[in-house]
C-alpha cells in the first residue's frame, strides 16, 4: 500500500507540472498580441493589482510579455529536444548495430561535439543556420544529442549479448526486425527519460544565446529578449523587468526538471517502490 501511494503521489505530481506547462503554453499563445501592444501612458508602472509584473518602458504588459516569452521557449524547446532525441537515438543504434567501423565515426563525432564548450557551439551553429528561428532551432538541436546518444549506445552494446537476441540472430530474424521489435521497447524508457530531460537544456540555451544577440530577433517577445532589454534599465530601479521573467524561466525549467525525475521513477520499477 506504501509503494502505491508513493507511485500515486508521484503521478499526481508528474500530472500537475505538465498542467502547469500546458496552460503557460496556451495562456501565451492567447497572450501574444497583447504582449507587443504599447501604451505610453502607463509606461514604467511598478507590479500592481492591476499589472502584476508591472509595464516597462513602451507602457507593454510585463505579465502578457513574460507569459508569451515562456511559452515561445517551451514550443522552441519541444521542437529541438524532440529532433535532438531523435538524431540520438538514430547514431546510438547506428554506433552499436552497424559495425565497428561506424561505431568509431559516430563515437569521434559524439567526442568532438562534447569537447567543444556548450554554449560556444550552439552560437556557431546558430550563426551558420542565419541566426533567428532556424539559427536557434538548428544550434540547439544539433549540440544536444551526444548525452543520450552515447546512453543509447552503451544499451544496445549491452542488449546485443542478451540471449533472446542472439537467439533471433541465429534464426536468421534480419537486423531491422531485431531492433525494431526487439531492441526500441527496451530503449522507450531511456528515450523519453532522455527526451523529457533535454527540454530544461534546450530552454535555457535558447534563452542564453538570445540574451547575448545570437538568437531570436528583437521584435519577438522572448524570455532571452527581455531579459537581455532589461538589464538596460536595472540601475534606474526597474528591478521588476527582470525580476519575473528570470523567476519564471527558471520556474519553468525547473518543472520540466522534475517532470524529468518523475518519469524516470515512473519507468524504474524499483525507484517508483520507494
Known sequence: MKAWNERKKTCFTLGAAVLVLILVTVSGMIL?????????????????AHFLFGTDWLGRDMLARTLAGLSLSIRIGLLTAGVSAVLALVLGLAAATLGRRADAVISWLID???????ILLVMLIALAFGRGLTGVVAGVALSHWPSLARVIRGEVIQLRQAPYILTAGKLGVSRWCVIQRHMLPHLLPQFVVGLVLQFPHAILHEASITFLGFGLPPEQPAIGVILSESMRYLTTGRWWLALFPGLALMLTVLLFASIGDRLRRLLDPSSAQR
Open 112 to 118: 568532438l561535439t562534447m569537447g567543444v564548450p556548450h
Open 32 to 48: 501574444s498580441d497583447e504582449a507587443l501592444v504599447t501604451d505610453f501612458a502607463r509606461k514604467n508602472t511598478a507590479p500592481s
